[in-house]
């Protein structure tokens, strides 16, 4: 079964501590992987994709095929970062209309 | 542009009421979804439509129905409501790969209560 597990409800840190979200999935083919944020009262938006293999104010994730994890994380959180973020599989890149599958999200707090 | 957007922003039914969220997406994109969001379940897809004309079944499309009214609008409807529908629900739009980037852009949510 298709599935995304963030198994973090909520992640507590001080600002200037390094931040990891946990991101795990179940596809047995190749996924397309996502980072989605949502800063309170603002809608969802994207914040990185593994292919593009980038760094999107400071987060970076890498796919690890191996232990089907899709991490985010940053070195030194900053009190901006608060939000709710979501950890989203596409299933069927490459397909027209291909829905994500989200994890259930993760609220990280950054306190000064 | 405006992006995805949605109306209303905030409703509150009675059971067994109706109502129809509005979606319209000024990307020119051809595909549409609608996603309800619920506390410690994250985002889930009640519908989607591949391109104008088609529509197809999400995870939880009970209660629900959807209209591609056009390329720019995709309407979800529903026709008695109940409290079990209580959420957020979001509607994104996205282009097929290869037509550009399929990154999928969200409208800012309609908060709905069923008492």
């Known amino acids: 079964a298709q599935r995304v597990t963030q198994p973090e409800k909520l992640l507590s840190v001080f600002k200037g501590a390094p931040v990891e979200l946990k991101c795990n999935y179940s596809?047995?083919?190749?996924?397309?992987l996502f980072w989605y944020v949502q800063y309170s009262r603002q809608r969802l938006q994207l914040l990185l994709r593994?292919?593009s293999r980038e760094s999107i104010k400071g987060f970076t994730a890498d796919l690890n095929k191996g232990e089907t994890s899709f991490h985010l994380k940053k070195p030194f959180a900053q009190e901006e970062d608060s939000a709710m973020y979501y950890c989203?599989?596409?299933?069927?890149?490459?397909?027209?209309?291909?829905?994500?599958?989200f994890g259930k999200g993760t609220t990280l707090s950054v306190s000064s | 542009n405006a992006g995805v957007t949605q109306t209303p922003k905030f409703q509150v039914l009675k059971t067994g009421q109706s109502m129809t969220l509005q979606c319209a997406q000024d990307?020119?994109?051809?595909?549409m979804y609608w996603y309800r969001q619920d506390p410690g379940m994250g985002l889930r897809l009640i519908y989607y439509?591949?391109?104008?004309?088609?529509?197809d079944k999400g995870e939880v499309p009970n209660g629900y129905n959807v209209s591609r009214l056009n390329k720019r609008e995709f309407s979800l409807r529903l026709e008695s409501a109940a409290p079990s529908q209580t959420s957020v629900y979001f509607c994104?739009?996205?282009?097929?790969?290869?037509?550009?980037?399929?990154?999928?852009?969200f409208g800012p949510g309609t908060r709905l209560t069923v008492l």
């Open positions: 994104a739009s996205s282009e097929p790969p290869g037509q550009g980037s399929d990154t999928q852009y």
């Open positions: 596809y047995s083919g190749s996924p397309e």
């Open positions: 593994h292919i």
């Open positions: 989203a599989l596409s299933p069927s890149y490459g397909q027209a209309g291909t829905a994500l599958i």
């Open positions: 990307m020119n994109h051809n595909s």
């Open positions: 439509s591949a391109s104008e004309g088609t529509t």
